[in-house]
């Protein structure tokens, strides 16, 4: 099948809830910051060098209301303890 002839980058889940020290979600952090990240940047500057497509994709909830009849998480709630997140810090 080979690499195609249109190559684009997409990132996925790598928000600051997923890399960033002290937040909930983090991934280990030894890794992230001496594999995952490093690895991302050298990426992303070799797919901006050659003007190429780069594309990030994340989950994000509006209504975060376990009891409410129209949540949009799903069984999010029942994998992941939300209720550690502050909805309002626009870092995470």
Known sequence: MGF???????SVDLANAWTRP????TCDQEKMD????PGMQKLLKAFRAQ???VVHVTTAYEITDR?????????????????????KNKDL
């Open 51 to 53: 003007s190429l497509p």
């Open 4 to 10: 195609g002839k249109r190559p684009a980058l997409v």
């Open 34 to 37: 001496n594999e995952i990240i």
């Open 67 to 87: 009891n409410a009849p129209f949540t949009d998480m799903g069984l999010w709630h029942d994998k992941i303890p939300v209720d550690v997140v502050d909805l």
């Open 22 to 25: 002290g937040n909930p979600f």
